[in-house]
């Protein structure tokens, strides 16, 4: 049989596999008093107050939660919401669901009681595991996992052996944006976390001694991959800070842990240089920075350069694959490029309108990525209609605009679609204005992301009030309390524009593109 020219070329996964056995195993036998995993309140405290577990420690608690899980009737492929903050305890309900064969639904604690609620009925989620602060309404036959009964799975009296899973059978499932204006949820693949290889190579370099911090919260697959199980499947220490939100911490962290990688989205290291004197730490640990999320602009990776003397390595991915192109010590960087797909991938450029034959550099169109690359998801969880969307015949075709130049390095050129970039995550501008159209002042609304600098973007409502003469008709407050009342904070607009009307398509639809324009 002739194989198809088009394919994934790196080492495929076992059959059988597991991905938390993959992540923890191991290092559990090889390393087994190192620290894996290292979790910070205070970032001013001395580094032995912070709350570490060694891989023995991490390996058996998560296959006692595991049993717990089991035990307590969450069958094989059952899903399990997680809603708390950023603790350890979310690290190890997701790991240990996952050990026990379960499919663990990890959710923002920025979502509001509304969005979880939706969550958790469109996952159809026979648990829910949460912190005493969020709020959400299970039905009945939905048990609820108080922090008590969390505190006694962790200690549950047998530890199980990792579930016999197929590479193919269920791992996770996340939510991201859709483009009907709901969240969609993203089902991954055990094997998803082989997928992530690599990246290890082909964006950290990252080594058995990396101590690697990462700035994110435990929801986003950004954390969940680079910050926790790539680390884990590497035999390194993790690092995560779950205390109050101050730029200030960053560089506290890095030198007091000693920090070997550090990750965050180019909008938290453009804070960072600008209210901190990075030159006054030791960040002699650093070997360089990793970020993703959204585009880097040349501007700030030079002053990231100048200032810490530090490489800034950029990757391009999203929750369907992760990330898959990307810039790394041995592909050096170029500004205005997040890099060159990842060795073994097979990443291409598509035509816009239809076609599967791949575009020749200097083309541009849509990135695409094939089928037979490990990483990529299962598909969307009870969404057939998005699927067909994405797929081109052997492709998975995510929105993004790009082309390659002639050396093989990407230049992106934004989206296809309408979908937003908030700190790196992608917000469907529906579901924003589905939520401001409910507002009795708002007669019409479109939703848009607009540029403010090179490097920046916030989004912006451009707001037709039902009666402009009314004294609150053109107050932009209220309308921004309702949208933080009813969405996460990061979906939130920034701005109110009020207009008078709104640009049209010949057919009546509005030009989310033109907003920018209109608002001159």
């Known amino acids: 049989m002739v194989r198809n020219r088009w394919h994934y070329t790196g080492q495929l996964p076992p059959t059988r596999f597991n991905m938390a056995r993959y992540c923890l195993a191991a290092a559990a036998r090889d390393t087994p008093d190192k620290v894996a995993l290292v979790v910070v309140s205070d970032a001013k405290a001395l580094p032995e107050r912070a709350e570490c577990w060694t891989y023995r420690q991490l390996d058996e608690t998560v296959r006692q939660v595991a049993a717990g899980l089991r035990a307590w009737g969450l069958d094989p492929g059952a899903r399990l919401m997680i809603r708390m903050g950023n603790t350890s305890d979310y690290a190890l309900l997701f790991f240990g ?13 920025q979502l509001t009681e509304e969005e979880a609620d939706f969550l958790l009925a469109d996952a159809g989620a026979e648990m829910v595991a949460m912190s005493e602060e969020l709020a959400i309404h299970p039905p009945p036959d939905v048990r609820v996992l108080t922090p008590a009964d969390i505190a006694r799975l962790r200690t549950h009296h047998d530890a199980v052996d990792y579930a016999d899973t197929a590479a193919a059978d269920p791992a996770f499932l996340i939510y991201t944006s859709g483009t009907t204006g709901q969240p969609k949820g993203v089902l ?28 994110g919260a435990f929801n986003w697959t950004y954390t969940l991959g680079v910050g926790l199980t790539d680390p884990w499947a590497n035999g390194a220490t993790a690092v995560l800070y779950n205390g109050p939100r101050d730029i200030t911490v960053w560089p506290m962290l890095m030198e007091k842990f000693q920090a070997t990688l550090f990750a965050a989205v180019p909008g938290l290291y453009r804070q960072i240089l600008k209210y901190n004197d990075l030159r006054a730490f030791d960040l002699s640990s650093l070997r360089h920075g990793l970020t993703a999320g959204e585009a880097l602009g040349s501007a700030l990776l030079e002053q990231w ?54 575009l020749s550099p200097g083309e541009t169109g849509l990135l695409a990525v094939h089928r037979s690359d490990p990483g990529l998801m299962l598909g969307y969880w009870k969404r057939p209609d998005e699927e067909e969307l994405v797929y081109r015949g052997e492709w ?46 708002v007669a019409e609304v479109a939703v848009t992301e607009l540029r403010v600098r090179e490097g920046v973007s916030v989004i912006a409502a451009f707001v037709v009030p039902r ?5 609150d008709g053109l107050d932009a407050a209220p309308l921004l309390a309702y949208a933080h009342e009813h969405l996460a904070a990061y979906k939130c607009p920034r701005e109110v524009i009020f207009t008078d009307g709104l640009p049209r398509t010949a057919n009546g639809k509005v030009r989310r593109r033109d907003l920018a324009w209109w608002r001159r």
């Open 467 to 471: 009666d402009p003469d009314e004294p």
């Open 97 to 109: 669901a996952i050990a026990a064969g379960c499919v663990p639904l990890p959710s923002s604690a």
């Open 188 to 215: 991954h693949a055990q094997r998803s976390a082989w997928g992530r290889r690599p990246m290890y190579q082909g964006w950290y370099d990252i080594r058995q001694d990396d101590v690697v911090l990462h700035t």
């Open 305 to 358: 350069r100048t200032t810490t003397g530090k490489e800034l390595y950029e990757a391009l991915g999203m929750s369907e694959c992760s990330t898959y192109i990307s810039s790394s010590p041995s592909v050096g960087v170029r500004p205005g490029s997040s890099g060159k797909p990842q060795q073994g991938r097979c990443v291409v450029v598509l035509p816009v309108e239809e076609g599967e034959e791949p």
């Open 396 to 441: 998975f075709i995510g929105g993004d605009l790009v082309h390659f130049d002639a050396d093989g390095y990407l230049i992106y050129h934004g989206r296809n679609d309408d979908m937003m970039n908030a700190m790196g995550y992608r917000v469907s501008p529906l579901e924003v204005e589905h939520c401001l159209s409910k507002h009795p002042a």
